[in-house]
């Protein structure tokens, strides 16, 4: 129902943003702390980073040194964070069986940081790609990405990973039917407190490159990923494909990319009410970084208002790379 007002002058939008405090008082989205996820990368070795070139500022780490920049964030009180591997190609496959092996390098980095930082969130990625020698995010038998035997093996790769001692389970990998299953093998395995946040709406998006970069998977990617990615041009789908995995037993949902599908996030959020994240990927963090060294933009100010987008379309939470940087930012805030 649209409110009942007076007309000019009696009414002066400007009153309210005539100073700090009352626009303040009268802002309805706050940005805080707490909605941020900050996804890593992790490689092998010991005292090794590694800038991606085509994401400014952000860093493949050796798990020692990821420990030591989780406990930074922890200590600026970001609640989660989110660890994709670099696997050296020597252990990728058309198996994947690295995905699943209880040592590898995701599984290792958990265990690692719940031992040194137990307060912090550790959410993963649950999807082939990382450790095929396709970079497709299945399974793939004559040129065709399998359903159901994918489903088999990120299961295996779940239950890995909750072992080692993952919060969060984000299953990436647009399957039929994997939510279902991996819940029901989560309760089987005694998992019952592992939290699922599924990538229900991802999108077939452009907006990826430099994060296949970041895990290495550029290089051994075959053909594209739209027989199970989202089509860019769909949003009712979009419903569908969530109302499915909460019925199966996902307890968030993730819209992805993020500012191109706002309208996604705001349509999931008003349908449904359940907790809502959107992924801010390597993309659109790779232009504000670009336009902000470049002079273009005021670096600060795009990304501070470019999370505040999520949050007044209906997000809970945003998985943003920006996420130290805000955190120092909100701090000095007050």
Avoid at 111 to 126: C, S
Avoid at 136 to 142: E, K, N, W
Avoid at 294 to 308: F, P, R, T, Y
Wanted: hydrophobic share 40%.
């Amino acid at each position: 129902m649209r409110p009942i007002q007076a007309t000019y002058p009696a009414t002066r939008f400007r009153r309210n943003r005539s100073s700090d405090a009352l626009r303040r008082l009268t802002q309805e989205n706050v940005l805080t702390v707490n909605d941020l996820i900050w996804p890593v990368f992790i490689q092998d070795g010991t005292g090794q980073e590694t800038e991606v070139a085509s994401m400014p500022g952000v860093f493949r780490r050796s798990v020692d040194g990821l420990v030591r920049a989780v406990a930074e964030a922890a200590e600026m009180g970001i609640p989660a964070v989110c660890l994709f591997p670099y696997t050296d190609p020597s252990l990728r496959s058309e198996t994947c069986e690295e995905a699943w092996n209880p040592d590898n390098l995701t599984n290792r980095a958990i265990r690692a940081i719940k031992a040194e930082v137990p307060h912090i969130a550790v959410m993963t990625d649950v999807a082939l790609d990382p450790y095929s020698a396709h970079g497709q995010d299945g399974l793939m038998r004559d040129g065709v990405v399998l359903n159901d035997e994918s489903v088999e093996a990120l299961v295996k790769m779940a239950l890995a990973q909750a072992e080692s001692g993952a919060d969060i389970l984000g299953p990436s990998d647009m399957m039929d039917g994997r939510i279902g299953v991996m819940r029901l093998a989560l309760e089987a395995a005694g998992h019952k407190t592992t939290a699922i946040m599924s990538y229900s709406a991802k999108y077939a998006s452009a907006f990826y490159g430099p994060f296949r970069d970041a895990v290495g998977a550029n290089a051994t990617l075959k053909g594209d990923k739209k027989t199970y990615q989202m089509n860019p041009a769909n949003s009712d789908e979009a419903l569908r494909l969530v109302h499915r995995d909460l019925t199966e037993g996902a307890d968030s949902v993730m819209v992805k990319p993020g500012m191109p599908y706002l309208d996604i996030c705001r349509r999931v959020k008003e349908e449904f009410g359940v907790p809502t994240y959107a992924y801010q990927v390597s993309g659109e963090y790779a232009m504000l970084k670009a336009a902000a060294q470049n002079g273009w933009l005021d670096g600060d100010a795009v990304m501070l208002e470019s999370l505040l987008a999520f949050k007044r379309a209906g997000c809970d939470g945003i998985l943003t790379y920006f996420a130290p940087e805000v955190a120092r930012k909100l701090a000095k805030r007050f």
